[in-house]
């Protein structure tokens, strides 16, 4: 049996991954701490630390931890899944490590580049297992883009196009997978106290959103040659931090572009990769609540047959991908591994830069 502790309630991606982990039937969930919040929240409306706290306990039934060294202290597990703000990551990766504790974090893997690079160290240094968890790595219909992709089945991939929005993590109409309602109405001083919204706690539609973009064209593509980038808050005053954000990857004979958005509602604009080939095009349609697609046209608009790859138990969610890593010796699917996701860092933290001294940066 795998044991697993969360640590942080910053992230409304905790209320999928605790009832993953419920559902695992290798993995016992033994306890639950939250973080110290570097900036106090001053409500606990839905999707709110304190929310997401109240409604994983309710949920597992877990013992919560008012310290999360104690909680690694007293229940010595195998994995801990890391759900704190975006800059406290590294520090809680380090403490896991230290005690021969193996971690999971939410995706971006840090804050910044030299975050990043903090936890991409800790398996040379304290032999234990590092993988970043990103939620768009288990759909279904993502990995029959992928495939067609390596297939050429509409020729060679010359153009990557991903695009992403919603309202805000905490914004009007904001929905997140694990909880069925919506997230409560909130003033703007209310959300200006969310971590989200502020960048010195690693908020900011780079790191939330932009990020994706960073992970396909490195899936897809590799590790571009330069990166120009451009952020702005052009419509949530309450945050310090960019709300809209768009990233050009520059490769030989190749290119990718990235755009994330807190005021792009999904409703009115899907997300999703879409990739331009010699002879056509594979693109990903559909929102999260009607049915998100992969389908492929020739350059005349005539559909093409997608070959739809059969996924198995272990690429159901986290959970069971690290059950199956751990107790069948399966490997980790690379796009979680630590190396991948510096490398998807070094993209990123390329973005922020190329943004702030406006120009082309290499990553």
């Avoid at 209320?15 to 409500?43: C, F, H, M, R």
Wanted: charged residues 25%.
């Amino acid at each position: 049996m795998i044991r697993a502790v969360i640590i942080g309630f910053a992230h409304m991606h905790v209320n999928e991954i605790a009832q993953y982990i419920l559902s695992q039937p290798d993995t016992e969930l033994v306890g639950i701490a939250d973080t110290e919040p570097k900036l106090p929240e001053e409500t606990e409306k839905r999707y709110t630390r304190a929310w997401n706290l109240k409604n994983v306990a309710e949920l597992t039934n877990a013992k919560i931890y008012h310290d999360y060294k104690t909680l690694l202290d007293g229940t010595k597990p195998d994995f801990a899944y890391i759900l704190c703000e975006n800059f406290k990551k590294p520090e809680i990766a380090l403490e896991c490590a230290k005690r021969g504790v193996n971690v999971v974090v939410e995706k971006p893997m840090a804050a910044d580049l030299s975050g990043a690079e903090l936890i991409a160290s800790l398996p040379e240094k304290y032999g234990v297992e590092v993988a970043v968890n990103w939620p768009v790595a288990w759909r279904p219909y993502l990995h029959r883009f992928k495939r067609a992709a390596d297939e050429h089945i509409c020729g060679e991939p010359v153009r990557l196009r991903y695009l992403n929005g919603h309202t805000g993590p905490l914004g009007k109409g904001a929905k997140h997978r694990g909880v069925t309602e919506s997230a409560d109405d909130m003033t703007d001083g209310e959300r200006s106290r969310i971590w989200w919204y502020n960048s010195d706690c690693g908020g900011g539609a780079f790191l939330d959103i932009l990020c994706y973009g960073c992970w396909f064209a490195r899936w897809i593509f590799g590790v571009p040659l330069g990166v120009t980038a451009m952020g702005a808050n052009l419509a949530t005053p309450y945050a310090d931090c960019e709300d809209n954000t768009a990233a050009l990857f520059r490769y030989d004979g190749k290119m990718a572009t990235a755009e994330g958005s807190w005021t792009i509602p999904r409703v009115i604009v899907p997300a999703g990769p879409q990739l331009l080939c010699t002879d056509g095009a594979i693109v990903c349609s559909g929102g999260a609540d009607s049915g998100q697609r992969a389908e492929a046209y020739s350059l005349s608009g005539e559909p093409i047959e997608l070959p739809e790859p059969e996924l198995p138990d272990s690429m159901r969610n986290m959970p069971w991908h690290i059950a199956a890593h751990i107790l069948n010796g399966e490997p980790l699917f690379e796009p979680l591994t630590a190396m991948f996701n510096l490398d998807v860092m070094r993209m990123l933290d390329a973005a922020v830069r190329s943004n702030a001294e406006r120009h082309e940066v290499q990553p």
